[in-house]
């Protein structure tokens, strides 16, 4: 079969029409998981709110697994393997070189799909997404999860193929750009997640069946290297995007390739740790190993991420400064193409995943801390800021790019699309913190009803609860409504929008339609655009950002400190 | 000169790292010693740790022992669910089941007792409310914590790991008397 080809208008790229219809379909279904799952989170929302209180006990918790499932493996995981097609047979100018078992590959990640939705909306796995054993669902849920896994395994291989016949064809010269380095560091992570994966769901299968045992902490052991582990191909996926669309929308530059990739390489290195973070107070295990694998081999993963948490920005400031943008200190930030929602989507995203997920994570997952932080409402409170207003505004930001480049389509409802980050990252930064503060007081994630109603004996929240988890809901609403802005605005384009020409590329185009990347994009560096182009500055080349990581530094340790010193109240245990 | 993430690097990119760069990293590795050094030192320094006594157990064994707990140190009951009150140094023996805490403790403020936490069924997890002391029961694995009540008074425990529809029903209760109060109640008379 040989491969067809079109060439974009807007980077030159050769592009396999099988890229591109391969991307289509996996975005596609991501999407609609994300409309399951975003139909979820409100019902669960509403539930939670005490005031409202919508569902009964049965459908909450159903319904609590359908958001789960739907959000953190169908969408994510699909949208993941689009970028993984992005990342190299697009960036990498080559064709796809096994589509018909790219298309095998969808379909058993699509029938898995169907026969976990299946599983958990006939009421036949109401265990939570974790399903940790003996609490037990019917064989077929475990088998879906099983089919989707080995999909997605072989997307992965798929990617890594993509990669050896663009080198071997030379359809690039040098090394791979660091997107797709960062994509091939998820890439990885997947492998060893998704073996995981296989080592606890097909155990467990066979104990649902009947056939076999199964140790409770050995579940939640292998379990927690899918389940945490897996975040880090989120991470790797989302780090990715930040580059790109820091490419894309204002010129971000690398700093320094060694630096940046190393980051990545330690994403990889120290991965099957990330378990421990879910087994701080569990019976099963001492402190040594406790302490060793909670800090990612002395938070070697962690430096990985404020690494890039500087060098993402610092490549914003640079790029900006080497085109002309020098005023004061945060010119940079203030000039910048706020209108853009790939742009503002970046900012959001790095931000509220630096501020909020990335202190309250390291936190958390500190051995002593994490007796006032486990199965309290803390911990959703952290992994919706790192993988929702993180990860999934990253995923959105970068498809107001995909709409036009992949899909040939003008963006519909423009004005709508513009705010749509805003009101996403906005609504999430004030859930997200509010859950985290309702936390604090000891209010447990997971529960139907923290009224305690029929209870032998009263509980009583401080009234503070109610409030702060009042707030947690209107801000829930607006990230909801910011989702559901999301999802009108892809499908409407993608079945409905404008058709784009072959041959446009949308540059100097006025009115709506397209993002700022496209209309005018970033001039192209050359030579003469080096470090002698920059003026110095007492605090570097990239002032601003220094200054930004330094708020950010002292944001850390003061909340860090704070949760020692809350701890150090508290009955001596040991 | 510089490039983006989108394009290919030619020739070597192992190069010193830029300027900007260096500080930050510097101060981020030194900022992750601090982190990694406060868990040693809080077990060395520190009053909370989650290390405990760690051991394997089969469920009836420990219902068994938690029976055999109850009947030694029973001092009452509230509806039917037995008032425990072991003497300070003791071990104390907490069953998770669907969907109750079993028995109501009554412990002394400022005395160690061993509290060992176990589940017959399935994950359950204590929550110490209002202090917000959490610990995940797991089903064959009896966790034994030293604890030290610091304040005297009435607690409840929530279950905080999903553990099927009657999940929000699952509380139990932990009384802590002062005895050093309660001696000065008796020397007055008893009488309040």
Redesign the interface.
Known sequence: MSAVFRTCPSTGLRIDSQADSLIKAHAVVATVALLVGGVAALLVLLTRWQAVHLLDAVWFYRVLTVHGMNMLIFFILFFEMAVLYFASAILLNCRVPAPRVGWAAFGLMVVGTLMVEWMMFTGQADVLFTSYVPLRAEPPFYLGVILFAVGALVVVGHFFAILVVAKREQTYTGSVPLVTFGALTAAIIAVVTLLHGALVYIPTLLWSMGLMEIDPEFYRLIWWGLGHSSQQINVAAMVSIWYLLGAFTVGGVVLNEKISRSAFVLYILFISMASAHHLLVDPAFGPAWKVWNTSYFMYMAVLASMIHGFTVPAGLEIGQRLRGVTQGMFGWLRRAPWGDPGFSSLIFSLVVFGFVGGITGVTFGTEQINIIAHNTLRIPGHFHSTVVSGTAMAFMGVTYYLIPLIFRREVAFWPLARIQPWLFAGGMLVFSTMMTFAGTFGAPRRHWDITFSGAPFQVEFSPAVDLVMGVMAMGGLVAILGGAIYILVTVWSVFFGRRLDPEESGVGKQGLGLPQGLIAPPRPLGPEDNDDALESHVLGQAPGTMVLVGIFLVAFVVYYFVNWNLLSFLWKVG | ???????????V?????????R???A???A???V??A???V??LR???????I?HRVEAKAYAARTVEFIEEHKIGDD?G?PIVAPPPGSHVYLMASMW?WMPILQLEKGA?YTLH??SI???H?F?L???????????????G??????AAGEF?I????????????????VIVVDPAAESEGARQGGSS
């Open positions: 000169m510089y490039h983006s993430g989108l394009e290919a690097p030619q020739g990119w192992w190069k010193p790292a830029h300027p900007a760069e500080v930050w990293v101060i981020a590795f900022w992750c010693m982190l990694f406060m868990m040693p809080w077990h520190g009053g909370q740790n989650p290390s405990g760690r509806r669910m109750q160690e936490l176990s069924d399935v994950n997890g929550s409310f209002p202090l917000n002391i959490n610990f995940q029961v797991v089903p064959g694995y009896d966790y914590l030293r604890v030290v009540p610091n409840e929530i279950c905080n790991e999903f553990c099927g529809v009657g999940h929000h029903l699952m509380v139990g209760r």
